[in-house]
């Protein structure tokens, strides 16, 4: 099984090539994915708004025969917005680059699509397992780092509680790991630990622009994390080989649904 298969790829347009296509085809839908104080506090004229966590449940609502602009704040839940209507059938879909913060004039980088093929190599049960772990165990053990490096004490409680939630789900996929290979020893997890081609999770957070003294930028990046493996998780248990592997991967789908829930409370709370 080839996991290549399951990655949707989805165009991203700069603010000025956005505003253009908007100009000229008023058949485009824009989508506004952030949370609703965040579009209540700004967004762009005529964009629809669906909260990125209720996006599956509210497809109905958008027109799968005309394109989708999608954006969020910086565009990392944009980016796992489109891809998302692009693996449900939609077959036009742009991300704005950079989010309503490149709208309003921010110049990022860009690149920030790079390493977020998270699974491509994966081809059974255990090598997705092994994958899962090192990514949840890596990105737990950078929200500590971070906490430790901040000068604000409230993004610094932030960075504590999200490595906790990374920690506890590290420790689950690892018992289900272990529950296949038998007990062989687990992936180590370095520093820098990123899946093959991939970014550290330090270089992904930089080429989103995200400014990690900034709670909802932190929230904004931890939820498109969330989003991209929930997303992975149920297109790929679709494909699954066998029942075992396929509710594996359902349950961490549903697991990762919960996480992004979660993370769309605190968001709320920080708007």
């Not at 004490?153 to 272990?178: G, I, M």
Request: charged share 25%.
């Amino acid at each position: 099984m080839r996991w290549r298969q399951f990655l949707t790829p989805v165009r991203s347009v700069d603010a000025h090539e956005a505003r253009t296509m908007l100009d000229a085809d008023p058949q485009i839908q824009l989508l506004d994915v952030r949370q609703e104080k965040e579009y209540q506090e700004e967004h762009i004229a005529g964009a629809k708004f669906i909260p990125l966590a209720s996006l599956d449940d509210m497809l109905g609502e958008i027109d799968k025969e005309r394109p989708v602009l999608v954006y969020c704040a910086i565009g990392g839940r944009s980016r796992v917005a489109a891809q998302l209507l692009a693996g449900k059938g939609f077959e036009k879909v742009l991300n704005l680059s950079g989010g309503i913060k490149a709208w309003n004039g921010w110049k990022g980088f860009g690149d920030y699509e790079q390493g977020l093929d998270l699974f491509m190599n994966a081809e059974n049960l255990q090598e997705v397992l092994e994958v899962a772990y090192v990514m949840e165990k890596a990105l737990g053990d950078f929200y500590m780092d971070m906490a430790s490096r901040v000068s604000s004490p409230k993004v610094a409680n932030l960075f504590s509680k999200l490595a906790s939630v990374e920690d506890k789900h590290s420790k689950t996929v690892a018992e289900r790991l272990q529950a296949v290979t038998g007990n062989a020893p687990l992936p180590e997890v370095g520093p820098d630990a990123a899946p093959e081609g991939g970014l550290s999770t330090a270089e992904y957070m930089h080429r989103l622009g995200t400014d990690t003294e900034s709670p909802r930028d932190v929230v904004d990046f931890a939820m498109a994390l969330e989003a991209q493996a929930m997303d992975l998780y149920a297109r790929a248990a679709e494909n699954a080989p066998d029942d075992s592997s396929r509710e594996a991967l359902e349950r961490m789908a549903l697991e990762e649904r919960g996480h992004l829930k979660h993370l769309a409370v605190l968001m709320d709370s920080l708007v």
